[in-house]
């Protein structure tokens, strides 16, 4: 392979790095660029090559990370706790799933936030699809239910393989802008990390001719190892970024994985844990630890830092968790109180879940007569719990935020 600083064709780049200036612009994200002589001139000086024929590693020194690993196994086990202790995890954790699906598709440079993906959703049915929002809304809402049919797929049969994560893009990458980047079929040609401020080339993932070897490997891994299962998530984590199997999307799959291995191999009761936050705030240090792996077998370190993730993610998660717990707990009371009626609780459970509604999606998915529901949004209004965010206009009715609720999941 021809990697002169000057290439002689055009190349895709796959950037990494979203660098935030004070103006509040992304102005390097997750997306694809074109680089060839007459423009642009990257440094391969710093270029890491993939690790070829030394995953998984060998002998690794256990000690070196087990306070880590004591510390994530004990976090996480709090968490899951907290979880199972919950009478209808669904409806709390629902608004968690949206803010890990903001946050991971944050990192690769797709702006979207929690009040336009929940205005989507009253807008639309949730296998429904419109192309009449910004690409990044529609990618956003892909991430949320790829994952959720993930999961299904994992109960009703499916295990790790080619063919999952191939399933998975196919729908990650169905509308939008990933629909012209190779949905469900793996790379044909190299594919590269690049920082493009500074103009370099980080890491050069795996060749597209030994990918399929590199695949097979993988998932013989996540079959056949007898690693904890931490670590074994840790190594399965590093592994598939390293790979960067696909054309685009490899950040959103990767981290969709670790909840569904956690969730697969026991560890967690339902695959509601995000780590995106975490990832989102050491994205330079993340790849700092990618590098490191291949360059000098540094595969201990890795582990260290995805245990300190999966410990700081499992306390933060919680205390969001909880804070929805004891909003839900305070509102139950109050809503008995303000709306006195049978359908108190229904309406509770509604709004958890779909925090930002219209009227008229309300009344058909409770089933709760019209003039009792119209009734129901003006006294929780006049509380202040709901705020019109658009008044009624013609056929189509006012929508509304739950703000208590949306206070502690905006990001």
């Not at 493009?196 to 070897?213: G, Y």
């Not at 229904?346 to 008229?360: A, M, Q």
């Not at 006012?398 to 990001?411: D, G, H, I, K, Q």
Request: aromatic residues 10%; glycine residues 4%; positive net charge.
């Amino acid at each position: 392979m021809n990697l002169s600083p000057v290439f002689n064709e055009q190349i895709v780049l796959s950037t990494v790095f979203a660098q935030k200036h004070e103006t509040n612009l992304f102005v390097v994200s997750k997306m694809h660029i074109i680089v060839d002589k007459k423009k642009k001139r990257m440094d391969l000086d710093s270029a890491i090559n993939y690790h070829y024929n030394k995953f998984p590693p060998c002998n690794l020194n256990l000690n070196s990370f087990l306070k880590e690993l004591l510390g994530a196994t004990e976090a996480l086990a709090r968490y899951d706790q907290m979880l199972k202790n919950l009478y209808n995890s669904e409806i709390l954790l629902a608004p968690l799933r949206n803010q890990e699906a903001v946050i991971s598709s944050r990192i690769e440079g797709t702006i979207s936030t929690m009040d336009e993906i929940l205005q989507y959703q009253a807008d639309n049915g949730e296998d429904e699809n419109s192309l009449n929002v910004r690409s990044d809304i529609i990618e956003t809402i892909l991430y949320q239910r790829t994952l959720k049919n993930a999961q299904s797929a994992l109960e009703n049969g499916y295990n790790f393989s080619a063919s999952f994560i191939k399933m998975m893009h196919q729908q990650l990458l169905s509308y939008g802008r990933g629909a012209t980047k190779s949905p469900g079929e793996f790379k044909k040609e190299q594919n590269y990390l690049a920082d493009k401020l500074q103009q370099k080339i980080l890491f050069i993932p795996i060749s597209p001719e030994k990918l399929q070897d590199g695949i097979d490997n993988l998932f013989n891994y996540i079959k056949d190892s007898k690693d904890t299962v931490l670590i074994k998530t840790a190594l399965m984590h590093i592994e598939f970024e390293s790979l960067h199997p696909f054309q685009d999307g490899n950040g959103r799959i990767g981290r969709m994985l670790i909840p569904l291995l956690l969730w697969k191999e026991g560890v967690l009761s339902q695959p509601h844990f995000y780590i995106s936050g975490y990832l989102e705030k050491n994205k330079e240090l993340y790849m700092e630890m990618m590098r490191d792996v291949s360059q000098s077998s540094k595969w201990e370190q890795w582990i260290k830092f995805f245990l300190k993730a999966i410990e700081e993610q499992s306390i933060n998660n919680l205390k969001i968790a909880e804070s929805m717990k004891k909003l839900y707990e305070e509102m139950k009371i109050n809503f008995n109180t303000i709306l006195s009626s049978k359908w108190g609780f229904i309406t509770l459970d509604y709004i958890f879940k779909y925090p930002v509604f219209r009227n008229s999606k309300f009344i058909k998915e409770t089933g709760i007569p019209y003039s009792t529901a119209s009734t129901f949004t003006k006294k929780l209004l006049k509380k202040g719990y709901l705020l019109e965010k658009e008044k009624a206009v013609g056929s189509k009715s006012a929508l509304y935020s739950f703000e208590p609720l949306m206070r502690l999941v905006r990001v």
